[in-house]
């Protein structure tokens, strides 16, 4: 079974920098594709942020485009998301998120059944 683990979260400042990481196991990494999510407070999950298993293809919601990269190192079976000029709306619990690429060819930017999940990391946004 895939297992998750994410780490990296914390109280930050607005206008810093994170690095969040989520390392995989149970499986073999380079056949998934991965995703980051977020969830506030009082709202619905969204994605932020996605990368093929061939670690070519990106995709990246609106707010966080340009000042995000997601990254993967099928090495360490690891998948980063590297987030700048941090803004409070930023605050949320950050998920990892694994999708195994033979499942689905469309870009990764919804959750769905077949999705294995972290348990989140918070990161917060002091302003």
């Known amino acids: 079974q895939v297992q998750l683990v994410e780490s990296g979260g914390g109280l930050m400042q607005a206008g810093g920098s994170l690095t969040l990481s989520c390392v995989f196991s149970?499986?073999?990494?380079?056949?998934?594709?991965m995703a980051w999510f977020r969830q506030a407070p009082g709202k619905e999950r969204e994605f932020v942020a996605s990368?093929?298993?061939?670690?070519?293809?990106?995709y990246y919601e609106d707010s966080v485009m340009g000042r995000s990269t997601i990254s993967r190192d099928d090495a360490k079976n690891a998948v980063y998301l590297q987030m700048n000029t941090l803004i409070p709306e930023d605050t949320a619990v950050y998920y990892c998120?694994?999708?195994?690429?033979?499942?689905?060819?469309?870009?990764?930017?919804?959750?769905?059944?077949?999705?294995?999940w972290g348990q989140g990391t918070q990161v917060t946004v002091s302003s």
């Open positions: 998120a694994a999708r195994p690429s033979w499942i689905d060819e469309n870009p990764y930017t919804t959750a769905d059944e077949n999705d294995f």
């Open positions: 990368i093929k298993n061939s670690g070519t293809t990106t």
């Open positions: 149970g499986g073999t990494f380079s056949l998934y594709n």
